[in-house]
């Protein structure tokens, strides 16, 4: 058994003070409020800290390995030693979940981290047309029945989420990011047949008529939900608002950390326009989570996501909403909010520990002071 005193909890909602959290067999068995003068109950006590449920960064490529040229990087042998040390990274930042939203020959679902990394949730090569965005991880699929064989083929693995691309991306020559690259029928095709799996399913969207699609075909979620034209940014706020009326989430690309590594220049001139794409997003009050991105590239190394919460509030975010985006919020987008996501009696006991208040200053996600995976110290 683990008992940890607490100045601060953060429970996945809100903020609670003086609070002693029990672990009992990898998973949180209490959480009582603290007695004054308490003290000699073999509670764990770390000083001035808050308690978190571990975060949930909601898109990841263990694959990418955060270089200059990480598609380079995907040759074997041992890329999936490189892929285990990549989760390992974003274990030791208090990411205690990541959604791998593409991978190679299906390598995220063989891992076999347990307890020394996080909780690997994998889609598998995302579906993508023929020498369309990240063909090279090996999921093209065209037609209504090829993308209904392709979603089948990731169910009949053990995928836990099916990704589409819905665009081209910036990564992949001979791609637009302003272009689509399925039909509105191919996006139907695709999501009806998740759902008759049981699974749910995102799309990778650069342009507004790609958000758009995937909305009106029923995807659950939109990873980057950016508004690229050729050139820049067109914030097309009738859709957003259309967004916040939909049972859809939007995946926020947040969170760069320091680099010497210049932005390529097609994407640092669109900086401005994502920025406002961000906060007319949090603005209309649209339902969102965090994915970072993480391994396309070097400002975006495994663990970035304390970074992504950073950009967020100083984009006007409250921090609480950043929070429950990290932890809650993002535990439900996942499906394993029964489990995931919150500090509460029978739920992994996968807990981030920070010195100070991340309420007041989101930096102290960057100091943790302790990361526990079903209870056990895996990282001070």
């Known amino acids: 058994m683990l008992a940890i005193r607490a100045r601060r909890l953060f429970d996945g909602t809100d903020l609670h003070h003086d609070r002693v959290v029990t672990v009992e067999d990898g998973r949180i068995s209490a959480v009582t409020g603290e007695v004054a003068g308490a003290g000699d109950d073999g509670a764990v006590d770390l000083g001035d800290v808050t308690v978190l449920p571990g975060l949930i960064d909601c898109h990841v490529h263990l694959a990418f390995d955060a270089g200059p040229d990480p598609v380079a990087g995907l040759e074997p042998p041992g890329l999936i030693d490189r892929m285990r040390e990549a989760a390992r990274g974003h274990l030791a930042a208090g990411v205690t979940t990541v959604r791998d939203l593409g991978d190679r020959d299906f390598l995220a679902l063989r891992l076999g981290l347990g307890d020394e990394g996080p909780e690997v949730l994998a889609a598998g090569p995302p579906i993508t047309t023929s020498k369309g965005h990240c063909w090279f991880l090996g999921g093209a699929a065209e037609g209504e029945a090829g993308v209904r064989a392709a979603v089948r083929e990731r169910a009949e693995r053990g995928a836990h989420v099916i990704k589409m691309m819905v665009t081209g991306g910036e990564m992949t020559p001979g791609t637009h990011s302003h272009v689509l690259q399925y039909s509105a029928a191919e996006l139907k095709a695709a999501a009806d047949e998740a759902h008759a799996h049981g699974l749910p399913i995102t799309g990778h969207a650069n342009c507004g008529q790609g958000v758009a699609h995937a909305m009106e075909a029923g995807f659950d979620s939109i990873e980057h939900c950016s508004f690229f034209t050729e050139d820049s940014v067109e914030v097309d706020y009738p859709l957003i608002a259309r967004l916040a009326a939909a049972d859809v989430v939007v995946s926020l690309t947040a969170g760069l950390a320091p680099t010497t590594t210049p932005m390529p220049p097609r994407v640092r001139a669109r900086i401005p326009g994502m920025l406002e794409t961000a906060r007319a997003i949090y603005a209309a009050g649209v339902s969102f989570v965090i994915g970072t991105d993480a391994g396309i590239g070097p400002p975006k190394p495994h663990g970035v ?76």
């Open 305 to 380: 996501l304390p970074y992504g919460a950073e950009m967020l509030v100083e984009l006007g975010y409250h921090p609480l909403d950043v929070l429950r985006a990290m932890t809650s919020v993002a535990a439900r987008v996942c499906r394993v909010d029964g489990r995931k996501g919150a500090v509460a009696p029978g739920f992994d006991a996968d807990l981030l520990v920070v010195a100070g208040d991340p309420v007041a200053d989101m930096t102290a996600l960057r100091r943790p002071v302790a990361v526990y995976r079903r209870g056990r110290l895996v990282a001070r």
